[in-house]
């Protein structure tokens, strides 16, 4: 297809598999589904599905097709470079030999390209990339065992699988085997496709994995809490598709098991106590974040109260005393974990990019829950910095890890490597990034049946359903850059409806919720809303302006945001903070890196009185806002600083947007004063 940028070859040995096949498949295609049944109860908001949101935005559409043409392409390339596709092969039994890969959790990455790519398709119709995901699809219902079972690490060889899989299915589970983890990815990418295509043929093999799930575990069967979580958020996803109560009981179940039996030792995959008693972010911060976002999920379609009591909790331990400026989770390589309060080192901080990816997909649920705009405050954060930082500009290129700043020699990537990197054995960040951005178009709108919600400031059209009337809204930006936003309504006819603009915490003086970060010596704007060129009155709730009145086709609805750039100051119990700022602007972070400033960054300080400025840079990387500022360089004599400094310029570039260039040194947060630098001896 002329936007794939690779040949996605079947290889000859497989082509005859397809022919046999071929009977089975059109089966699976045109197999029926049952239709959803209608819930009793769910989320008191609804998104706005991605595919119905059409964007014509300067900073998220050129991302959004960068990943479309190079980095799903080139991710499917990767999955058949590196064994990823033959494995299935070789479980499927058209080829004798052993399992090719590193860990049993590698075909997941060719289920979490299948989502990308159908989240892609259902946008941009590719017949091309179409038929080829029916290939990887053929070879993924080969390799499936009858009973349901798929997993390429045992099937290749049951008498001698993968070192972490155990001798028997699921006796490793709640430690490292993966098996639940693999499903769970895989319910997540069919529902994907089927939604997209309308195909079942992916679906039905997740819905005989499925099926073979609830026979070996719940009440009476196999009680075993999941090791890495997501099968809850797939399981659920399958109940919403199928209407089948089941599955959305055995995400309960999963829920339920945990902590059975208290052991402290099993905080690692927040096993360690039953769920509904955790008060706090513990242990590694992608399984984490995956539990808590199929908490919410199960919490609203059940109405349990107990376990949004749970999440409500551990989302305060986390946004308070656990969270990066950047919008990153879990500080520790130790276990990829979270560390304990207040623990965010700088240098060494992990800040996985799939950690940031789910940090998302949670609190996008507590919104959902609540209704507060605090949780899209947070969402936001880790969408414009932790999230994108984990991609190079040239959609082919990736970091494992997030560290706040670099030396230039302690190697922190995955793979003990300095710079990003084109794959890793472990590339579940690569992979999660294809099915992620493709999804960005659903979190900008939400309802709550009269109430439209605007959460973030991206240029895109979408319509709502109304009771009496359907609404089409047009948003204009060219946010993050600037903070003038545009909404063109255009209702069927005259109707009344509340239209709830969220104002970001960052523009209300508050960068993150609670005490953890706070703006030095800044003053909060008021926000003023105009409908067809007037002022308005606007009532505040929860953190939106609402206009609730009668609208009519061609209201234009029009604010502007402060774009401040913020001196953020940390919370004195962060060690690593302290004496130190950063330095952002709207919803981005942004940091010095090296290349920019003489290649060394450590004699730097930005006092506070340092001026700042903004330089609109479109041809640098695919387009930013630089902050060029004074800074004080001390110089340094035997035995550390001399106390003589001297003034020069220096310039700050977006977080996200730093090691495209070259190894080179980065820093967020620098020293206001000259007694707060710290010579390192690397």
Known sequence: MKNLIITLNIKKHFRGILLVLFPFLIFLFFLPVNLPAQTPVDYAIQGIPFNTVSL?????????????????????????????????????????????????????????????????????????????????????????????????????????????????????????????????????????????????????????????????????????????????????????????????????????????????????????????????????????????????????????????????????????KKFYITGGIGALHAGEAFGADYELPNLTAYNETCAAIANVYWNYRMFLLHGDAKYIDVLERSLYNNVISGIGLDGKTFFYPNPLESNAKYAFNYGNKLSREPWFDCSCCPTNLCRFMASVPGYIYAQKQEDIYVNLFIGSKTTFKLQKTSVVLSQQSNYPWEGNVSIQVNPTKKTDFSLCLRIPGWARNQPVPGDLYRYVASTPEEIVVKVNGKAVAYTTREGYAVISRQWKKGDKVEYTLPMNI?????????????????????????????????????????????????????????????????????????????????????????????????????????????????????
């Open 56 to 320: 014509n935005d300067g900073f998220w559409l050129p991302k959004i097709e960068i990943n479309r043409t190079i980095t799903i392409p080139s991710s499917f390339q990767k999955c058949e470079e590196t064994g990823r596709v033959e494995n299935f092969i070789l479980a499927s039994g058209a080829k004798k030999g052993k399992f090719l890969t590193v860990y049993p959790f590698d075909d997941t990455d060719i289920y979490k390209t299948i989502e990308g790519a159908a989240f892609s398709m259902t946008v941009h119709p590719d017949k091309a990339l179409d038929r080829y995901v029916d290939s990887l699809i053929a070879i993924v219902a080969a390799a499936q065992e009858p009973d349901g079972y798929l997993y390429t690490a045992r099937t290749i060889d049951p008498a001698h699988p993968h070192d972490w899989s155990g001798s028997e299915r699921w006796v490793k589970e709640s430690e490292l085997s993966h098996e639940l983890y693999n499903s769970g990815h895989l319910f997540e990418a069919a529902a994907a496709h089927f939604i997209a295509t309308g195909k079942s043929n992916l679906l039905n093999i997740a819905l005989k994995n499925a099926n073979l799930l609830v026979q070996v575990f719940g009440p009476g069967k196999r009680d075993e809490a999941t090791g890495h979580e997501i099968v809850e958020m797939g399981l659920v996803r399958l109940y919403r598709i199928t209407g089948e109560k089941k599955y959305l009981d055995l995400a309960k179940f999963f829920i339920d098991c945990r902590g059975k039996i208290p052991n402290s030792k099993q905080f690692y995959s927040q096993n360690h106590i039953p769920f509904v008693q955790q008060t706090e972010a513990v242990g590694h911060a992608v399984r984490a974040a995956y539990l808590y976002s199929g908490v919410a999920d199960v919490a609203a379609l059940t109405g349990n109260k107990e376990y949004i009591d749970a999440i409500d909790k551990i989302w305060e331990n986390t946004v308070t």
């Open 566 to 682: 913020h001196r953020v100051e940390a919370n004195e119990k962060v060690k690593d903070d302290r004496g130190k700022i950063a330095i952002e602007r709207g919803p981005v972070v942004y940091c010095l890196e090296g290349i920019d400033n003489n290649n060394n960054l450590n004699t730097i300080i930005l006092p506070d009185n340092a001026p700042f400025g903004v330089n609109s840079q479109p041809e640098n990387a695919n387009g930013i806002n630089e902050i060029p500022g004074e800074q004080i360089v001390s110089k340094i004599a035997t035995g550390g600083l001399s106390g003589q400094t001297k003034k020069q310029p220096f310039t700050a570039i977006p977080y996200y947007a730093w090691s495209n260039r070259g190894i080179s040194q980065m820093k967020v947060w620098l020293p206001r004063k000259v007694k707060e630098i710290t010579i390192s001896n690397e």
